[in-house]
Each structure stands twice: as structure tokens, then as C-alpha cells.
């Protein structure tokens, strides 16, 4: 931690300050520069991070040096991790695809689309039992019914299942039922629903929330691998920004940043980000050329019928023309995409 | 709402949207002009918010014409709402003050800050008992030994309690404490929350997330109030902007534009705006002159010992004379503040 | 400059830089830590900031510990300034309100408006001769015409006139009419206009961008001053943010932040921010109580005539109304507004 | 245009909107719904678009139904444009790259950085002579001097130069020595620059600001076009947003919007982007892939010795690597790459 005074600092504050950070346990190395006096606390960080360092008379800002992550750090596990889902190993040579509807409707509708989805490809069946909507008389899905369907679905095509856990209350019921858990965009910050799942062992989809930095969404995935559950994969859905031409900006640079940073797959919702399916196959194909883990992308049998988010699902046979044209480009970056 | 058809449209395609429109139970209009053909459905917009015609072929956009909600709505509910606390009445002519420490840390801090701050002219006192802290590793809170110290604080002060919940499963140990019931920003759309609070009778201060738009915002006091309780207070307290010389971007604008949309009280909480103390005076001046109902403020007894929040927590000093100026402004706008 | 290496950074690495740096000029200080090794580089920061020192191997990040101008900064000037235009002072104990309409439209609408404005107690006329459109379609304003006509405005009422000039090629014509000279939001980094005012006597308003940090807005200040026209007026008009439900943010924070940072006097525009007149009176109150010099108003005799920003536009009656809450308001922060 | 209005609104204010409309030679369709009465104005809705509708008593709400762009509309010139520079074609089948030192130093470097960058693929030069700086302390470009080592390079090498115009006043100058010329990001709502470079003939580089709506992007490149340059391509260099963990945030959705909104080219600029090198091939390979016609790449040969943006610079061993797996990435999308 670097500690900058403000010009004209006392020697009693700086004392002060220097006395506060020893009886922390931390050495002090004090540096007179031209125009400001730095204070530098050799030790473990951590401790400091806690103290309201700039609430002491004559701080003027605090500086820290290392990252405040440590599971999810790329310098704590250099290696890439790889997260296994049956025989699926996310964070290999193969980008993996979880398609399916945003919301489980019917048992046919969602055994149609896992049928019409893994013939195209697909490896992972997603789909929404529990689902967070904006509006309080928007449908809510189907809940425990609609785990039942995807349970179904899943023994008709043998694709594991992802889907959402809203609820502390319901995580055991969707840990039961789910091959990946997902937790979505809104309950990033939702700590004891992240420290909930980190008490189980089924790997973790952790969705980035609209304005969640990229350094605060790896503090997320610290919640729930402090607690034990290493299996997170994190998914890019789009930030917020000012443009409104897309439902979201989806932000491409996160996966070289969290490439750098970390250690973790790094999976991309181009469907949620984008809002329009016309632009999910080039969204899908810039995250598959800048070296993503995984996608999550949202086909529906009959989009125009679709109790949420028609606007942005794909039908199958547009899906399975894209998953051609993603099978070439993930060739020219030397992966394979699904079970293609 | 108004549906706007692509240039080039088909006859098929227009009368295929009509019969989808009018099937649901709405009357259409079609409107020929010279660059697009219209169509406005006529009946109960809240029936085709749910339909993605955005997914129907031959149509370019959907405008909604009305706000999608209604009980948190001004044209619902014309006059201004007034939420009683025992005597205090938040959206009357006198402004609240909800002051107090960040985290509860120990009954002497807790109740030397909550006597303190009474003095100062403050009518609620505010205290985190469950804090919703990004570092898993931070001071998470006391938990419910925090609720029995904000109890005696009551005891020795009178002042009512604000305190914070975040998960479903605490919200009915938090009500029988608490006399208003926070959620924190990062659970603004945390569903099942805000369904599981509107259960109870409780006011609730609901606080606008970094990110939500003033719509959304209004969409989360309607999870509450659908359930039944209507007393919920709206709370600003920063929106994440690309400017970092504040922790957050105080959107002061809030105050009216949520004036003319819906006829819940508004409150500021400065302090997370700024995140530095020295700007919450400031901050708090404009939102009394601009016409708020209420105040969130922290203040701890000595911030530099603070476990959390202390660079942008006042002392009792500060806070005394801050409400000197408050109450000068206040008058300026025939407004009385806390108990002063 | 602080310049804090990668973990495993090799002792020739550190060597290099030293070396970088003691080449210019500068003394170094290395602080090991546990898990970074920290160089201080001690002497004119501005040196180093031009060198690409990130660049450099075993860099991991640079941490700047001055701020990056000097003549608009707090540190190099203590003292508030105090800006002349004829009799008035901005900066000082009363609070200058510049009213008019957006666009100088015809000779007895503008004179009609300044007649209006100085009755209410407005002090200094703003109208725009040369406008900035964001379409190249729309009227783009009278130009010169329009500077003689403000001349003859000036002439009826003695108001001093403000002025926007958008092009270097027009800077010496806006000096001979202007009283005061405004940079527009969209020109706050056209580093050559900033020069050219920066060469003139003319105090300068310059507007804050949509997305311009404060920082790199008293960079932009700073063009102007180091050019020798220290009279650098600070406007904020609001920035993009995500929210809608107001045309921009108003960021109401820069006036305690930009008071910490810099001398200069800081001007609040809530007819830009805001887009809706409705809007306007409070967030003018807001800026007031916060402690603005300045206030920017677009007043119109017919708001449903204008030529541009009809909606944003407060007419006569409505600007003589507000003016008087704002005399209050401005009494109870112990200042004066306009002629009142 | 479709015209909201506000419940409860009288006849007599229904009628004056009616009859302005009427007024500006459009025509009226009234349709009263449960909620809202609207009215849709039939004609010409650029008439419109100037007046301030929203101004008028009884309007909650105006609609615009048609894009405010003509010339750089898809709808307007339904082929994709392809814009010459000598026997380059962009918008084409081959993805151009523009590549070289940010800033035109001295002649030997940047000769030798354009033999480099030609060697390794890049069909254009890219350096700049007249630089925008966030400081006016820090160098600004070696201006007329910049323009003669560019020939120099070309003269070199064959290839032709991008260079950038900042101010009216050397527009001429720059026009005389650049093959494509550029606008800035700052300068993007410059619009008498914008003008002056619209009467030329040479083709432009318009550089999306860093909180330019798209829409508003095709505006800027309408001005260009109104003044009878046709040639202009859009350029993507990233977004202004909360995260800091890159210099700007790349919309890569950019490439369908624009592509479905526009048939102008467009090319994606990763280095300003990202901020950092390591980024940079990742960002690339992301545009290639989706869709992009262009790319604009820093490469210098000594990132370390830069004078501006080093950190973001590839040397010429990185842009070479990095232009082979481009090529692959392209052939998967059936395009070709620079001279490769």
C-alpha cells in the first residue's frame, strides 16, 4: 500500500500515519519527493485494505499495489484452469456451447430445442426455470416444474443442463437438478447467495452485472471459491453504457483482461448483450477469435412465440448454420467448438 | 404501443401482426405515411409487453406509450405518498434524517453515535448489522448481535432503527428489529427480496442500484408494493459513471424527475455518493434545495477508526454544524429538517 | 511517479529503469516489498509523464502522485478567483445568472428575451450566433448576423453578451462582440480553439464534454490558461451516463470536487442537462445550495416557437418565478444572485 | 412522427397540435386509445424534427419513426460502399490495415517503421503529424515537418499515408500530402471541421468519440457527406465506461449495427481501444471476425522510446506474428488480409 500526503503535511501526522501502519504489523519506508511525501507499508496488504487510511487528517490518497484476489489471481494459479461437466471440459482446446431457450415454456417446446440444438452441436442445454424479470407481472417461470422438464430433457439428449439459482432458499433444489448452477447478472453482489453455491460442488456459471468492473467481478468469484466450490466459470453478458443501438455493449476486451488477471474460463452471452439475434452470430464469432472459453446462446423453436426474450433468440436452423461458420473460425485459432 | 414496420413490408406480413395483435384482445390502427406503415394497438398495453413482436418479421420497432408500472406510478396515485415512522411522517413538509454509523461495530460506538446525532437534530438513526461488503474477506457485519445493539441504541435514544437486509432468509428476523427496512443497491433487483419484504408491513427504503435506470428503479418499489406494501421510500446513492474523482456520480436530477413519475418519498444518501466526506455537506445542501424528502447519512464517532466506510463518514462535530446550514436551506424552502 | 514492478521482476529489469529514469534528471528510491518491488522516481513528475515508462519490461503499472496541470490548480493558486465582466465579478459573494435564448433567432425576439431576463434580475445574456448541430441538416444559426444582433441587445439593455464560437477561424470576430466568449461541450478537447481563446483577453466559459473526466476538463482549462488567459470559467452541462429520463446527468458533485481542486469558478447549466424545462428550477436550486458562482439559463419568449431546444427553454413568467425561490435559496447559503 | 400525449389532454390542446402540424404541410391520424390519445404526422418527418413539438401543453412524448441520416443510410444505398485509396479497396473483400507510429517522430523512424510494417502485411501507413494531447505540456506533433517525413515514407515504400487534420486552417495542407485523412475522436462533433473536410476529395477516417451515440456517429460522417465527400469510413477506436482495466472499452458490436444501419466501411482501431499491446492482437483478431473492413494498428519500432501511446504500441516482431494468425481468422471468413 502506498500511502500519498497532502502537501504540507505535519511530522506530527505523518507520526501518526506511521504509527497507525506499525501497530498493524507492517513496516513503513517514508520517501520525501519534490512535491509530496509517500509513505510505503511494506507487508501484507490485506490488512491494510480494511482501514479507512484516507479518513486520517493529511492523507491525500491511498494507492494499494497488489490485487485484493487471490483464488481467482492468474499469480496464485498460473495454469489455466479447466472445469469438467460430465466429459465436457470447459476452459480447453474446445469452446463449449450452452444453447437453449431463455425460459423453459412446455416440455416440448424445450425437449424440441435440446434435440435441434445438440444435432447442430451444442454441448450443454441452458435454460431458465427460475427467472429474474424486470417487471413484477412479467411471467416468473415455471420454478421447480420447469427443473422437472429440464431433468426431462436431458435424459432424451444426454446434454447436461445449465440454469439459474435466484434464492438462497432454492440452491440445494437447483444444485440437485443442474449440471452447471448459474447465477445471473443482477446477483452478482448477492453475497450469500454467491457464499450459498460456494458451499456446493457443481460448477458455477457467475454472470458479470451490468456495471460491474472487471476487478470487482473477480472479487465475486473470490465469494464463492473462498468458500470452497473452485468450479467457476465467468460469463460476459454485456456492461451498460450509454448506446442504446444494442440491449448491451458487450465488452470483447474482457477476455484477454481476464485472461491476464486470472485463471478462470471465460465464457460469452452474446444473445443478452446483443438483445437483436441478427447480431448474435457476429458477437459469437469476435469471442471465439479473441479466445473464449464457452458461449451461452439463446435458440428457441419458435422465437416469435417465446414468453421472453423472442427478439434475441435464434430458431434452430439459424443456429445450426452458425455453429458451421464458428466451427471454421474456431479451426484458424486451433479449437473445436462443441461436439463439431 | 406503436408498431413500427420495416420499409418494404408485406401486406401478408402487416396482416399477420394484425391477427396476432387482435387475437390477444386489442383493436389495431394502421397509419400509411410516407417513409413506414404504423400500427397501434389499442387496449391494454401490459398484455403485449410480454409478446416479442420485436421477433416478427416485418417489424422494425416497438414503442410503448405507457410507463409498465402502476401502484409506484404519479398518474396512479396523484397525490404525494407520506410513510409514517411512529411520529415521523417521510414525504410531509419536514425532511428526514437517517444518521448513524455505517456498521454497527459495538454497543458504545452504536449508541454514543446514535446519542449523538440526536442532538445534532437527527429523527432515525442508521446501522448495518448484515453488510454487503465486495471483499469475502472484509468485516462482513455482526449479524444479529448487530440487530441487539441497534435495539438498545432505540432504547437509549428513542430513535427509530434503518437497517439492512439482504437475504430472504433474515427478512423475518430483520422486520421485528428494524422500524424501516433497507435493501442495499447491489439487491435492487434481487426479486425474491423485494417480493419477501413486501410481505411485511414494515417501510422499506429501497436504494436505486449502480446502474438502474430510473425505470427500473420504479419496476423494483412495484415487486414490493404488489405484495401488498405500499410504504416504500426511494433512494438514491450514486450511478456508476466513467468519472472516478467521486466513488459514485449523485444523480441530484432524481429528485425530479421521480417527482413527476411516481408519488413516493425520495431520499439522498450523500455519503456512498461521494465516498469522501468533505463532499457530503455539499451534496446534502443540493438535494434539500432541489426537494428531497429524506437524508441517509453516516456519521461515526471517530471515522478514522471506522471498520468500514470511514473516509466518507462525518463526527458528531461535523455533523452538528453540517444540520445548522441544512436547516437554513430547508427554511429557504418552507421546509423544517429532522427535529430542528 | 511511482512505478510498481511485476512480482519476479529480474534485477537487470530494475537496473534498466533506474537507469531510464536517472537519465533524465530524476533520483530513484527502490522499496521492496513482500509481494512488489516499488520504485519512487523523485523530482519534476511532468518529465516522466511523456515517457512511455508502461512500456518498459518488469512494469506491471505506473501510479502518478501530482496532479497533471498546474495554473488551473488549487495548489498553485489558494485563492478563489474572481473573474471581471464590466461591473461583475463571478467567483465572488454573488452568484452571476446568464439567461437567454438558445439560438439569437431574429433581432426582436432577442431583444425582447434580454429585456426579459434583465427584469428579472438575470445579469449577463447568453444567445447563440454560431451553433453546433448534430445535424447538418438543421439551422445552424445566423452567424455574424447573429453576433449583431446580441450587439444590439446589449446596446438596449446594457447586459453583457456570452457568446459561443466554434471554428478558429472565427475566434477574432466573437472576441470583438463577446463579453464573454463560451467553448462548447463538443469542443472542450479542439486543442487548437483552446489555444486561440487562450490568446485573447475575453474571459471563457468552457463547457464540460459528455464524457469528460474532471480532470481532463482542467487539462482543457489549462490549454487555455498556459496560452495566457488565466479568466477560465468552468461549466458543467451534464454527462452521458446510461440514464434517460433526462437528456444528460447533471453532475452535481463537480462543484464541491472542482472546489477542492482548482480556483477557478465553477458554472452549472441545467437547461442542457436537464432537456425538460420542468426539470430546470430544481436543479438549479441543487447548484445554488451546493455552492455554484454561476448559473447558465435558456429562456425564450416563446418556447413553442423556438428554433432549437424549445423544450428545455423556461419562458419569461416561468424564469421570473424561479428567480425568486432562487434569491431564497441563495440568501440561506449567505449570497446574492443576479441584480436581486 | 408519432406524438404521445399526456392523459386528460383537452380537445382545444389536441387541435393546436393538429393544426401546427397541418401548418408545416404534414398531414394528421388521431388515434384515441384507453390510455393515450396520439396523433402520427404523415409526410416528411425532417420538417419536424425541428420543431419543438415536445414544447407544446399537452405532449408527454415525441417519437421519431425514421432515422435522422440520409446519405450514410443502408436504406438510402442499399449496397455496401467500397471506398478507393489508389488500387486499395476498403469495404471490399480484403481487410485493409493501416499501421505505423502513432506520432511522426523523426524521418529515420518512421521510415523504418514503415519498411517494417510493410514487410509484415500492412497496406497503409498510419502516423501522426498534428497531435490531439490531453496536455499542453506534452508534445504536440511535429505538424508541417510530420507531413514532408510521411511523403518520405510513402516515397519509400509505395504506401499510402493516413494522417490526421485537427484545426479548419490545415485542412488544405494536410489534403496536399494525406492519401486518407483522419478525424479525431475528440473532433468528432467538430462540425465546421467536418465540413471543411466534406469539400475535399481525399477519402475520410472518422474516429467515433468516446461517448458518441452510433446514431449520432452517422450524423458526424453526414456532415462529411452533405458537403459532397462520399468517401468517409467509420471508425470504432472504443467507448468511454465505468471500466478501467482497459484505456476504453471496444464496442465490437459496432461492426453489425453499423452494418445494418450504414453502407459505409468499418475499421476498428484496437491499440487506442485497449491502451496496452497485449490487448491488442486479441482485439484484432475479434473485428476480423466480425465483420470488420479495416483495422488501424500502433507499431513503432521502439515501443520503450515512443513519445506518445508506447504502451499500446507493437513493436515490428509482434506485428508480424500477429498479422499471420490475422490472415487465418480471415481466410475463415472468406477474406483476405492487408498485401498477405
Redesign the interface.
Known sequence: M?I?LK?GVSDEEVQHIVKKIESLGLKT?I??????T?I?A?????IL????L???SGVEKV?P??E??KLASR?FHPDKTIIKVGDIEIGGNTISVAAGPCTVETEKQTIETAIAVKKAGANLLRGGAFK?????????GLGKKGLEILKKAKEETGLPIVTEV????DVDAVMDFADVVQIGA??V????LL?EVGKGKKPIILKR???T????FL?SA??IM??GNLNVILCERG????????RN?????V???V???SHLPIMIDPSH??G????VP??S???????CDALLIEVHIN?????V???Q?LNPKQFAEFMK?AQ??A???DKKIGTL
Not at 485494505?49 to 479507512?52: D, L, V
Not at 468492473?213 to 470487482?216: D, L, W
Open positions: 502506498i500519498v502537501p519506508h520517501s520525501k519527493g519534490v512535491e509530496r509517500i510505503g511494506i507487508g501484507d496488504e490485506a485494505r480494511e482501514k479507512p484516507d479518513a486520517i494507492l499495489v497488489v485484493p484476489y499469480s429474474p424479470r424486470t417487471s413484477p407481472y412479467a411471467f416468473q435466484m434464492d438462497t432458499r443482477r446477483n453482489q448477492n453475497f450469500n457464499k452485472g451490468l456495471s468492473s472487471i476487478q470487482e472479487m473470490e465469494y473462498s468458500e456492461i451498460r453504457t450509454f448506446e442504446t443501438a444494442t455493449t458487450l465488452d470483447i476486451s477476455i484477454p483482461v485472461g491476464k488477471m448483450a446483443a437483436y439475434k441478427q447480431f457476429s458477437l464469432f469476435a469471442a471465439i477469435a479473441a479466445g422465437p416469435e412465440e417465446a414468453m426474450d423472442g427478439a433468440s461458420t471454421r473460425i479451426g484458424a485459432v
